[in-house]
């Protein structure tokens, strides 16, 4: 999966605050990723947060 820091994807599963979009803030092992909707950050496990990726957005350059 071709996922870049500051790419924006959304999630098959909705935030409890009901937005499914994220902004990837880190890669690695982990994934850091940033809510849109309320501005919660979490960390995942890259394979977790692959699986849960329904669309990639890239950013604009």
Do not use: Y
């Amino acid at each position: 999966m071709d996922i870049n820091v500051g790419d924006t994807v959304t999630m098959k599963k909705p935030h409890p605050c009901g937005s499914a979009q994220w902004q990837v803030t880190r890669i690695g092992a982990d994934f850091k990723l940033r809510c849109l909707g309320c501005g919660r950050e979490v960390m995942l496990p890259r394979s977790k947060a692959e699986k849960g990726i329904k669309r990639i957005d890239k950013k604009a350059e």
